[in-house]
Antibody, heavy 127, light 107 residues
Framework: EVQLVESGGGLVQPGGSLRLSCTAS????????MSWVRQAPGKGLEWVAN????????YYVDSVKGRFTISRDNGKNALYLQMNSLRAGDTAVYYC????????????????????WGQGTMVTVSS | AIRITQSPSSVSASTGDRVTITCRAS??????LSWYQQKPGKAPQLLIY???SLQSGVPSRFSASGSGTDFTLTISRLQSEDFATYFC?????????FGGGTKVQIK
């Protein structure tokens, strides 16, 4: 069964740091682009970052550039999001997501329709 | 960034009704438009990709169309399990962007 499981969320003070993890199973993790998408409480979805198979390409939404870093460990089937200088506006459920089974839902350069999502991990930035 | 304007933000409907949701992109996105359904406390689920292609397992009462900048999702005969929030997403260019969502509520 294809599965993504996030962990690492929690309560952190403004200016603090947190590292999220996403563990993948049921597919060949090392051959897929991976993404983080977040959703503030009661709000819509916001794409955060993408990473390609060998970490040579990374993309970020402007609001997190210079503060967040996406990375992966293909040997551990793991995706990470290092979040520094956290702000109240970063409070959200963070999902890892990818496109595993829908090749015709893939655009250029890792831009995809997401056919696989984790259950999400909640990050709360508050003093 | 490509802005996606989704409307309406909410709609009240009854079981059996036809519901149409629209998304307008601020520039052309070819056919790189997807639709998701999200229920409270759950991750989104892919319904439609490539503007009109139905994801495996999605009921045929869901359909979608569009091109360029204007796109629609239609639920032909609303069922109880369809009451949820729906989002569109463009994957034509970075940053990937989503519409603001449409909550389909019971009338």
């Amino acid at each position: 069964e294809v599965q993504l499981v996030e962990s690492g969320g929690g309560l952190v003070q403004p200016g603090g740091s947190l590292r999220l993890s996403c563990t993948a199973s049921g597919f060949t993790f090392s051959t897929y682009w991976m993404s983080w998408v977040r959703q503030a409480p009661g709000k819509g979805l916001e794409w955060v970052a993408n990473i390609n198979e060998n970490e040579s390409e990374k993309y970020y939404v402007d609001s997190v550039k210079g503060r967040f870093t996406i990375s992966r460990d293909n040997g551990k089937n793991a995706l990470y999001l290092q979040m520094n200088s956290l702000r109240a506006g970063d409070t959200a459920v963070y999902y890892c997501a990818t496109n595993v089974n829908t090749p015709r839902g893939r655009g250029r350069g890792g831009a995809v329709a997401f056919d696989m999502w984790g259950q999400g991990t909640m990050v709360t930035v508050s003093s | 960034a490509i802005r996606i304007t989704q409307s309406p933000s909410s709609v009240s409907a009854s079981t059996g009704d036809r519901v149409t949701i629209t998304c307008r992109a601020s520039e052309g996105i070819n056919s790189y438009l997807s639709w998701y359904q999200q229920k409270p406390g759950k991750a989104p689920q892919l319904l439609i990709y490539g503007t009109f292609s139905l994801q495996s397992g999605v009921p045929s009462r869901f359909s979608a169309s569009g091109s360029g900048t204007d796109f629609t999702l239609t639920i032909s005969r609303l069922q109880s399990e369809d009451f949820a929030t729906y989002f569109c997403q463009q994957y034509y260019a970075y940053p990937l962007t989503f519409g603001g969502g449409t909550k389909v509520q019971i009338k």
